[in-house]
């Protein structure tokens, strides 16, 4: 009966380690806060600037104003990161949301 008992309280540590490291990463699906925080008006002014020029410069019709919310919003975003995970290219990620969602 009481190994038992120590077999359930080794589980409970182990689910409480487990949960403890889980919790100790930053949500990634949660913005730090609000859209450019971190830069200054003509840095998120050349952002979208630069994604209308892509934008205006395919040859399919794409809506403009779609697509530049849309890539700037990912290309603004300051996501919390995983140390030692590997994205995609930020430049490449926002263009294809744009792309699939405009």
Do not use: W
Not at 7 to 33: D, I, K, N, W
Not at 65 to 83: K, M, Q, S
Request: proline share 6%; aromatic share 6%; charged share 20%.
């Amino acid at each position: 009966m009481l190994k038992e008992y120590r077999l359930y309280a080794l589980m409970t540590l182990v689910g409480a380690g487990c949960l403890a490291v889980v919790f100790s990463f930053p949500a990634l699906t949660t913005p730090e806060g609000p859209l450019g925080t971190g830069r200054s008006a003509d840095e998120i002014e050349a952002v979208l600037a630069q994604e209308r020029a892509f934008c205006e410069a395919q040859p399919q019709s794409i809506d403009c104003r779609c697509f530049v919310d849309v890539a700037g919003t990912v290309l603004l975003h300051n996501e919390p990161r995983v140390p030692g995970a590997t994205y995609a290219d930020k430049q490449d990620l926002a263009r294809g949301q744009a792309t699939d969602d405009c």
